[in-house]
């Protein structure tokens, strides 16, 4: 079975009667979107092992897969998620996959931390956009195709993607990771579905936004989950600059026709929202400050 990541919420939403049991396991390919640790834990609870593939049509499809160690087996489940979670290793077709500094072409530090630009060369790699030699040249430098995927290569060489370049979230000359946002949001029990965009901040010139749709309560309401419960939530889960601004509830999220969230809508959404409340704490030193107010 293949499917986007999307495809798992109505798995996982499905009524009882809906349901059937299985005798064994079923083996998902998912792809085009990174998948939230939290739903792939809730898939295996029914049943379903699911493989993350990451590929791109200029790859010739898929280009890396998570591949399974049989020592992960052992882990408790929430850590099995989150490795399954990773983009992984490249495939036999792919010569080479790495994970760079755009700025010098340095491979960054296998530390699962340092982040950079996903970076793809060999045979299934695409010779070139026809007949568009201006975009050809932009998407390689120095042999590498540019995938404009940001992420991190951790110890065991696993890559992970963090964002897509033009999604990463820069506020007070900060970093956030929409992706690493997305998945504390999804570990909510009310949260069906969620997306981080950025939205002008008047101090920090970004801020993270969170889009979200949720799951209703055992009467049937939606209402019932607030701005501010979403916002206490992240606080628990993240550093305090990671923290959305700002959470607006929708209906469902807009959608292409093979589920991937459609951003480019949120983010002109989140153009016309406004932050009145400059009186803050500079956001990277938020963590400093409360260090510091406990010697």
């Known amino acids: 079975m293949c499917c986007a990541p999307i495809v798992f919420n109505i798995l996982i939403e499905a009524k009882p009667h809906e349901r059937r049991e299985f005798t064994s396991t079923v083996q998902v390919l998912t792809g085009g979107a990174p998948p939230p640790a939290s739903l792939l834990e809730k898939m295996e609870l029914l049943r379903f092992h699911v493989t993350h593939g990451y590929g791109l049509t200029e790859a010739t499809g898929p280009a890396l897969v998570c591949e399974w160690q049989v020592k992960w087996n052992n882990l408790p489940r929430e850590s099995q998620a ?3 979670a990773r983009q992984g290793i490249s495939v036999l077709t792919l010569a080479d996959v ?3 500094n755009m700025k010098t072409m340095t491979s960054v530090p296998h530390d699962g931390k340092t982040m950079g630009e996903i970076v793809l060369r060999g045979s299934s790699i695409m010779k070139g956009y026809l007949k568009d030699p201006e975009t050809t040249s932009k998407a390689f430098k120095n042999g590498w195709f540019i995938t404009g995927d940001v992420g991190v290569i951790h110890p065991d060489g696993y890559l992970e993607i963090k964002d897509r370049s033009k999604d990463i979230i820069i506020s007070g000359g900060e970093n956030i990771s929409s ?24 101090r920090w010139g970004e801020s993270p936004c969170a889009f979200l749709a949720v799951r209703e309560n055992e009467v049937g309401r939606k209402d019932d989950v607030k701005e501010a419960d979403i916002i206490a ?7 305090h600059f990671m923290v959305p601004k700002k959470v607006e509830f929708l209906p469902e999220l807009p959608k292409t026709s093979t589920g991937k969230i459609q951003k480019f809508q949120l983010r002109a959404l989140a153009k016309g929202f406004q932050i009145t409340d400059t009186k803050e704490v500079p956001q990277h030193h938020e963590d400093q400050v409360l260090a510091l107010s406990r010697l």
């Open 179 to 202: 992706v690493e946002l997305e998945s504390v949001l999804y570990r909510h029990p009310r949260v069906l579905e969620a997306a981080v965009v950025a939205m002008p901040h008047p």
């Open 233 to 239: 939530f992240c606080r628990k889960n993240l550093p």
């Open 82 to 84: 989150k490795l399954k």
């Open 98 to 100: 790495d994970v760079k």
